[in-house]
């Protein structure tokens, strides 16, 4: 009987990835300079950007007190928060905006978690367990639209390797980093009783083009680890082939008097 396969993988830049100049891509560049096929692309994105802010609007008028009872306000905040996100990324892709993702901001990941849970389980269309452990309500210096984006990346992998039958568990906890700074972390761990993989299979999802089998996991764990790379994260990925998988990113806070 030959022994389970298990891999971790790590990737990350420590704390120290805060403090790296923001990144500027080709794409960064004023409408003026870019040529035909670019410049119409950026006038689609400024036309769909309308759109999206019309219904941003309308989702946050939907969104205010005695025009939808409770139990369906929810649904207009959470529309709101798709076109917010989705009018973000197209003006990225057009290439006229800054990467506002790689700017840290306050985050508190239980509170964001629960905000964003509905919608989630929405996208992914199962039920999500959701663990909130202790000293998991520090400030993280990772913006919300990053956080966002590999929470969703790996609950929608996890869902895709994981039967009916199985279970899909979010937690998050707190530890300290360093007592004398002030400093600490934050870990939010996804897993699934899905598959699970080998060694050289996940090698191959983090190394080789993105998969082609419809699920979208390969392109999926390469966008997760840019984005917690970008933020100073951490990443590592435990796999067991016919057991299942744990995906952990750890995040550092604000120092204490900087908060």
Known sequence: ??????FTAIQGLGVSGFNEPLLQSDQQQSLFSLGP?????????????????????????LASPGVLSKRYRSYANEIKILADRSNALIERLAGYRRDSARMP????????????????????GRPIEIVIGPLSD????VSNEVVERVLLNLAKNAASATP??????????GGRTCHSSGQGHVLMTVTDEGSGMSREKLRTLFESAPSKDGTGRGLGLQIVR????????YLEIQS???????????????????A
């Open 138 to 141: 520090q400030i993280l210096a």
């Open 226 to 233: 840019e984005l917690v790379e970008g933020s100073g994260g």
């Open 1 to 6: 009987m030959q022994p389970s396969q298990s």
């Open 240 to 258: 067991h082939p016919g057991r299942g998988t744990k995906a952990s990113v750890k995040w550092f806070t604000r120092r204490i008097d900087a």
């Open 164 to 173: 009916p039958s199985g279970n899909i568990t979010i937690a998050v906890e």
């Open 37 to 61: 096929s670019s410049l119409e692309g950026a006038r689609l994105a400024h036309d769909a950007g309308n759109l999206l802010g019309a219904l941003s609007l309308y989702a946050e008028l």
């Open 105 to 124: 901001e306050k985050v508190v990941l239980p509170n964001l978690i629960e905000n964003y849970s509905g919608l989630l389980t929405a996208i992914i």
